[in-house]
């Protein structure tokens, strides 16, 4: 049986040994997942032109001229330089950044296209109106932004709506049972403006799935030896493990895993829906087995949604905003 949400697959583990994100160097183990994927009923990937230095789409490419993405979907986000930065977003970059992934992907169109983070200093209708040209011309279906504020939603959506322009139909964001920051504002905004939402990081970056930022495996994200992500990681969740004492107990109790709590949480107890999705990643083919396997299993025990709960009270006062992006 198929998840009650919709999976992902986080394809920025594909990609060139030594660039950002990417943990599958290996053409054929990328070939493996995508079989398994495939072997479930899961065609979904969720890409973006950042990601492993422009790798990632590239090794898509390799697997859809092997064969191996037989009716795949594939999501990709324009290019960004540095989240937050001005500029990423004139007309010229955004035609530019689309038409590196359509190259890289070998393919004419992607479903949805994101504006991955904000560039808060070019005018929004400049944007727009390109993105609104690309989808005149085929090259996505959908329009999609990710690590907005709320109110930039609705203003991108009310601006979309009277210029009569493709609006966006997909917010594409973090959350997990330890960062619910989404749901008091964001959810809200989304459906009144008829956007679905797509989760990245159901198990905050692997602290629910058993990671000690403290002593970081040599090569992972946390690593600070070996990874521009790890500042940033550290930053984001210091203090979350010292909170995690009765969680750890309950989940023994239980004998089950943190990986596969957090993701029945998402499925069964979070505020998303069927009509929503969620992003699984794995560092290999064992791993995404796991995670899609504890994705298709039922609601959790109604004790450790409890403690989920309480986990989530006590951490809420150090969560970072839902629009700090994370990758």
Known sequence: MKSRIPLLYGSAAFGLEGTLGTRIHDIDECRKVAEYLSSKGYHEYDCARRYGDGSSEEFLGKLRDMGALEGAIIDTKVLVAVPGAPGDHTPDKIRASLQASLEALKTDKVRVFYLHHPDRGTPLEET????????KQGKFEYFGLSN????EVAEIATIARLKGWVRPTVYQGIYNALERNIETELIPCLRKHGLKFIAYSPMARGLLGGIDPSAPAKGSRWDHSSSVMAPGL??????YTETFAQLTETLKRHNLSGAEVALRWIQHHSALGPEDGIILG???LQQLQDNVEAS????LPDEIVDVLQETWVVNKG???PYFTPSR
């Open 128 to 135: 727009l109106f390109e993105i609104n040209e690309l989808y």
């Open 318 to 320: 150090r969560s970072p």
């Open 148 to 151: 907005y504020y709320s109110w």
């Open 282 to 284: 794995a560092s290999g």
């Open 296 to 299: 298709e299993k039922g609601p």
């Open 234 to 239: 550290h930053a984001r969740y210091k203090g």
